[in-house]
């Protein structure tokens, strides 16, 4: 599903400059590029904030304004180093391409949390991820899940229209890349039971479960 920021919509109407700021990275993060950024802070050590910088000045984005008064909005992110290396970006894009000065609440611990600092206007704005939205936040049912679930944009579009409607606060245009979830299995387990897909694990599930069944 996609990520994209997610802002209260009372910031947005008074800062309506924020989203035409932040459109600026629209499509500008592929799984390729978001996957290789976690790498360097988590592997290489390097500080989100100097990873989230460098990425945006190789893409040609001013990156140096870094304002020190009152904070006109806040950046929230959740604690892992995708959010982070996320908040930092949309804190450079709203420092150089508004007059707005922003401060930064990281590691908040969840999507409740996050999302709940958001209402309450301790945040103004932090990433999300649409199927997080979904099952998370709009808590959608089992009908209208698998009618939409299927198709990335019908997520988003019915995301940000209940979103809008039940807490009026919006979604942005997306990063670009897909966050989605999987699942991990030891090699020699695939080999030894022949599952190459989840397909073949429910499979592999049903028959066990019949089997004991017996």
């Given at each position: 599903m996609y990520a994209a920021p997610l802002v209260r919509g009372e910031t947005l109407r008074k800062y309506p400059e924020i989203g035409t700021a932040l459109d600026k990275l629209t499509g500008k993060i592929s799984d390729e590029i978001m996957a290789e950024l976690n790498y360097l802070v988590d592997e290489k050590k390097q500080p989100p904030s100097?990873?989230?910088?460098?990425?945006?000045?190789?893409?040609?984005?001013?990156?140096?304004?870094?304002?020190?008064?009152?904070?006109?909005?806040?950046?929230?992110?959740?604690?892992?180093?995708?959010?982070?290396?996320?908040?930092?970006?949309?804190?450079?894009?709203?420092?150089?391409?508004?007059n707005l000065d922003v401060d930064l609440k990281t590691g908040l611990a969840g999507t409740q949390i996050a999302f709940n600092a958001l209402l309450k206007g301790d945040i103004d704005l932090y990433p999300e991820y649409t199927g997080t939205g979904l099952l998370t936040i709009i808590q959608a049912d089992e009908e209208i899940r698998d009618e939409i679930i299927q198709s990335k944009d019908k997520v988003f579009n019915y995301v940000k229209e209940e979103s809008k409607k039940r807490y009026d606060v919006d979604w942005l245009t997306s990063f670009g890349f897909n966050n989605t979830y999987g699942l991990m299995m030891r090699r020699e387990d695939t080999t030894k039971f022949n599952i190459s897909s989840i397909s073949n694990l429910k499979e592999y599930l049903d028959n066990l479960s019949n089997l004991n069944d017996i």
């Open positions: 100097q990873v989230a910088r460098e990425f945006l000045q190789k893409l040609g984005f001013k990156t140096s304004t870094q304002r020190s008064g009152a904070a006109d909005i806040i950046v929230g992110s959740k604690n892992f180093t995708e959010q982070y290396l996320l908040a930092e970006m949309l804190v450079v894009i709203i420092e150089n391409y508004t």
